[in-house]
């Protein structure tokens, strides 16, 4: 990792701002980013979906109940994706007041009624300060929004995030590249290998990181046979430790073929302090000879979701390039920057 990472345009320990600083303040909400920004987090990290009337926003879960009052405001669509709602519809919603009600200690009033927010809005946040974060884009549920990375481009060309200027990465010429600061620093990532592939054809010079997880539809977990429901976590975790080098490799394989920088693995958490990750944030998938497999693949390892101070200082000794972290102030903090 010491030495890839300073051949790949994107920083080595990158501080990539899960949902925003989402500790703190609501995910991908205003002050999520605000905070992540002017902490000095070097990405601000989005889900990125679509609206009924084509709209780009910035929002993790498929449907809106988890962490909106969708219904209280639209009963009849309550469990209905974001698809189904124009932005318009989007903006009547309240995103932050399920933070204060869960986490009453990081409780403030301003985070009752904050918006959803569109790409554009979260690309002003990025460009709003003294301090200049790129984005790193996940295409989420990609199956659902057809065409989404090209209205992706469209979207940051616009804006001025890609082209001449805007710190274009030829993936061909292996030279070191000068990390762009602001504007052009994007990195792309999906779990969907149909999406890598669009993102390669639509941004070509765009960095791309393939997101692995552990699962159907994913790489085999090969498993073995459960001990029963009394089984521990521990337990559980270490059986799903069992994940082949050949399985591995293959989805290494799907990375290298589709040009991009890195992979994303999945972690083990020691301690999660709320809904932020899914279950796949419990499997083992950057352990020391996965992050040596990807790094002889010449491949970037940017792990999720990463919030404890033992955590990253495990998977820094395990070589990793860079974390999602709920928690850019603890991290930064952790790797000695002020
Ligand atoms: O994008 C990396 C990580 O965020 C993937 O998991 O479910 O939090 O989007 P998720
Ligand atoms: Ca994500």
């Known amino acids: 990792g010491a030495t890839l990472c300073t051949k790949i345009p994107v920083p ?24 992540a920004r002017d902490l000095g987090a070097d990405y601000l990290e989005l889900d990125l979906q679509r609206t009924r009337d084509g709209k780009l926003v910035a929002f993790h879960d498929n449907t809106l109940g988890r962490n909106t009052n969708v219904a209280e405001v639209f009963p009849e669509r309550a469990d209905a994706p974001i698809s189904a709602f124009t932005l318009a519809e989007l903006k009547q919603l309240d995103a932050g007041s399920w933070f204060n009600a869960h986490y009453p200690e990081r409780a403030r009033d301003a985070y009752a009624g904050l918006e959803i927010l569109t790409l554009d809005e979260v690309i002003d946040i990025a460009e709003g300060g003294a301090n200049h974060p ?10 659902q929004f057809p065409g989404i990375e090209r209205d992706l481009r469209d979207k940051l060309t616009a804006r001025g995030w890609l082209g001449e200027g805007a710190g274009a ?10 990390v762009a600061d602001g504007k ?20 070509p010079q765009v960095p791309r990181v393939l997101l692995l997880w552990l699962g159907e539809g994913g790489i085999d977990a090969a498993p073995s046979e459960p ?12 059986r799903q430790q069992v994940a082949s080098p050949a399985a591995y490799q293959a989805w290494l394989d799907v990375a290298k073929a589709h040009g991009a920088i890195g992979v994303g693995p999945s ?26 497999l990807a790094h002889d693949d010449g491949l970037l390892v940017h792990v999720y979701t990463v919030d404890e101070p033992a955590d990253f200082a495990r998977y820094r000794d395990n070589g990793v390039d860079g974390f999602f972290t709920n928690r850019p102030a603890a991290l930064l903090e952790f790797l000695g920057r002020p």
């Open 267 to 292: 972690t083990v958490q020691h301690d999660h302090d709320g809904p932020f990750s899914s279950q796949f944030s419990y499997m083992e998938l950057a352990a020391p000879w996965m992050v040596s």
């Open 134 to 143: 790129g984005l790193y884009i996940e295409t989420k549920v990609p199956e």
């Open 227 to 238: 001990q029963g429901e009394h089984e521990s976590d521990a337990d559980y975790y270490a």
């Open 169 to 178: 990465w030829a993936p061909a010429s292996g030279e070191a590249v000068k």
């Open 184 to 203: 052009g620093r994007v990195v792309l990532q999906t779990f969907s290998k149909a999406s890598l592939a669009a993102l390669e054809e639509t941004m």
């Open 12 to 35: 080595c320990n990158a501080v990539i701002a899960h949902r925003g600083a989402s500790y703190q303040a609501p995910e991908s909400t205003r002050p999520a980013y605000l905070l």
